[in-house]
């Protein structure tokens, strides 16, 4: 039994730190409401209580009197000049799946059903995978179809440097016995409570991949592959059900397998990727 990879982990942007001369401003995205500003009056202001309430092409500084973030449209050249990306059009899979309508993200909603903060605009995504041997890579394309066969998410392989999703190795992760993870950064705009993720970098460590324990270097890295890939769109960890691929522990002596080299996906993972996309 092996530990799996540790909690996604999300970087900020470098682009959501800019500085002006009322102070800091962070272009996010949300829908906060509309104020007419008082030394200002042909000029309208926008409050956010919280960075998740950010919108996106908006430059933001706190308010200490008001208790609550005040930001103003910024112009085209500050865009340029900052390197601002254009706001995406959120799609939403259109497979049959029947799961919750929900149009915000609460935190309550995030803890309930195991999700991160984040998800990605389109549904139709590229990951490159060249960095891997070509037996990782059969086996990743093998488990990255079978994610593809959910009719959720698709994922096209290129050999583009700028895929949405890119795969790498490490010799080891600074003494810590885990087989991989997955670290996603978001582009500030936000979709119902989401942040919108703009490139995910997934990493094996080939020291543990390799130790005697791992039985079945196969079956371990297909899991490891739909367990990381699933961070990558969204998903958080499973912690009650050791079974489930989203499980913190890779055991594949627990896992319910398709033949010897491929898990089955469960339906905890299934339903929580149709909530994230569907909606």
Known sequence: MMKSSSKLLKSTVTLLSLITLAG????????????QAKK??????????????????YAYTYNKKKHCY????????????????????????TSNYDVPKISNFTDKVLNKYNLLDQRWAKTTLTYNDNKLSNKQQNIVEDAINQINNLNIVKLIKTNK???NLTFALKDKNNGRDLLGNADTEDTGQT???????????????TDELNKPTVTNYALTLNKLTIHEVGHALGL???LKDKSAIMYHII???????????????DQDYINRLALLYKN
């Open 24 to 35: 800091t401003i962070t272009p996010i995205v949300a829908t906060p409401t509309t104020i």
């Open 40 to 57: 200002a009056k042909k000029k309208h202001y926008i409050t956010a209580k919280n960075k998740h309430q950010f919108k996106f092409g």
């Open 70 to 93: 005040i930001g103003h449209k910024m112009s085209k050249k500050e865009r340029q000049k900052f390197n601002m990306p254009k706001e995406q059009k959120i799609q939403k899979a």
């Open 161 to 163: 440097d700028n895929a």
């Open 191 to 205: 979709y119902h409570g989401l942040f919108v993720s703009n490139t995910s970098k997934i990493t094996f460590f």
């Open 236 to 238: 958080d960890h499973n």
């Open 251 to 265: 055991d594949t002596d627990n896992i319910q397998t398709l033949d010897s080299t491929h898990v089955a996906i």
